[in-house]
């Protein structure tokens, strides 16, 4: 089996973690997506640069504040057997599949999803492939799930 991810929202990451900080900003989500620059001040605000959209986003996710996270959309061309792609919908209801012929999927979810299969134990090959292309979708989601794995492991 194999899933290529052929699609994903620019700055997914900082889409996310501007939808959470707007929820206690009174500025707009865009407005804090666009404040990029330290010479610009946006009142009570910090520039929203790679760091603070990685504190945002390891903060929602030890919240479990993973509303934030279906403010995108992620694509993948899969080779897959029809119970394999019948298992994953039956995972989550946020999948969308269209079959492109024999055995040919294109597989569309969002990161919310990723997320909970992530931290689901009982992952098939499938859904281990698709979680796998977190690390170029969403690194910095990614890297702590893969904290989180470790210290589990450790455990």
Same mark, same amino acid.
């Given at each position: 089996?194999?899933?290529?991810?052929?699609?994903?929202?620019?700055?997914?990451?900082?889409?996310?973690?501007?939808?959470?900080?707007?929820?206690?900003?009174?500025?707009?989500?865009?407005?804090?997506?666009? *404040?990029?620059?330290? /010479?610009?001040?946006?009142?009570?605000?910090?520039?929203? /640069? +790679?760091?603070?959209?990685?504190?945002?986003?390891?903060?929602?996710?030890?919240?479990? *504040?993973?509303?934030?996270?279906? *403010?995108?959309?992620?694509?993948?061309?899969?080779?897959?057997?029809?119970?394999?792609?019948?298992?994953?919908?039956?995972?989550?209801?946020?999948?969308?599949?269209?079959?492109? /012929?024999?055995?040919?999927?294109?597989?569309?979810?969002?990161?919310?999803?990723?997320?909970?299969?992530?931290?689901?134990?009982?992952?098939?090959?499938?859904?281990?492939?698709?979680?796998? +292309?977190?690390?170029?979708?969403?690194?910095?989601?990614?890297?702590?799930?893969?904290?989180?794995?470790?210290?589990?492991?450790?455990?």
């Amino acid at each position: 089996m194999r899933a290529h991810l052929v699609a994903y929202e620019p700055d997914l990451e900082r889409v996310c973690a501007a939808a959470m900080r707007s929820c206690y900003s009174p500025h707009p989500g865009y407005e804090l997506f666009t *404040h990029t620059n330290p /010479d610009r001040t946006l009142e009570g605000e910090k520039v929203f /640069d +790679s760091e603070r959209i990685s504190g945002l986003l390891r903060r929602a996710l030890e919240l479990g *504040h993973y509303d934030i996270l279906e *403010h995108n959309s992620i694509t993948w061309l899969a080779e897959a057997k029809e119970e394999e792609i019948l298992s994953l919908l039956n995972s989550s209801k946020f999948f969308e599949t269209s079959r492109l /012929d024999e055995g040919s999927w294109l597989i569309t979810t969002n990161l919310r999803v990723l997320v909970e299969l992530a931290r689901n134990n009982t992952q098939s090959s499938l859904t281990k492939e698709l979680v796998s +292309s977190l690390t170029i979708a969403a690194p910095n989601v990614s890297s702590v799930l893969s904290a989180e794995a470790k210290e589990l492991g450790s455990r």
